[in-house]
């Protein structure tokens, strides 16, 4: 995987997301803030987080997607169940994941951070294929970012977002990390 100087990974499915803007001038990018999201929740596999992504999404498709009418998100990377990476947003643009957050006294973590969203749910395990895609894309980000800290939207947004969630293993990850 290279990285272009947009921030943009070669290798990876590339669908871009309008939504995005610069992050302010001279902004380090040194936060990870890993995330899950199923839509509708707890399926997977479906279109519905691509089109969310890009303002596509049917309103009507579901009961569920009446509370994300006109709700402009987007994250950097997405990593489907069976571990393939997309990216919607370059690493050096802002993408829209966080939210009201604060990651050690400093708020606006999108202005800092890469956001890496795992296709899944708070009441389920992610696969081995999404901890082998999530460490391979976060050691290459390690490598071109000075990336400080990893951490979960739950941590940057306590009492208002739980993901990734109670499944997500942080030794398991931090372990692949040291891998090869
Ligand atoms: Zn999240």
Not at 73 to 83: A, Y
């Amino acid at each position: 995987m290279k990285i272009d100087t947009n921030g943009w990974l070669s290798g990876v499915r590339r669908i871009a997301s309008p939504n995005f803007d610069p992050r302010p001038p001279g902004t380090a990018i040194d936060l990870l803030v890993i995330h899950n999201i199923s839509l509708p929740p707890d399926q997977f596999g479906g279109p519905g987080i691509v089109k969310f992504f890009t303002n596509q999404l049917d309103i009507n498709a579901h009961p569920y997607y009446e509370q994300l009418k006109d709700v402009k998100v987007s994250s950097h990377f997405l990593i489907r169940r069976g571990g393939e990476i997309v990216q919607f947003v370059p690493c050096r643009a802002r993408a829209w994941h966080a939210g009201v957050s604060n990651w050690q006294g400093r708020s606006r973590c999108n202005d800092f951070s890469i956001g890496i969203e795992l296709e899944g749910s708070d009441f389920v395990p992610f696969t081995d294929r999404q901890y082998a895609a999530l460490a391979r894309l976060t050691r290459r980000l390690l490598r071109s970012y000075p990336l400080r800290d990893i951490a979960g939207h739950s941590d940057i947004a306590p009492g208002r977002k739980t993901d990734p969630g109670p499944f997500f293993d942080w030794p398991r990850f931090r372990a692949n990390l040291k891998n090869k």
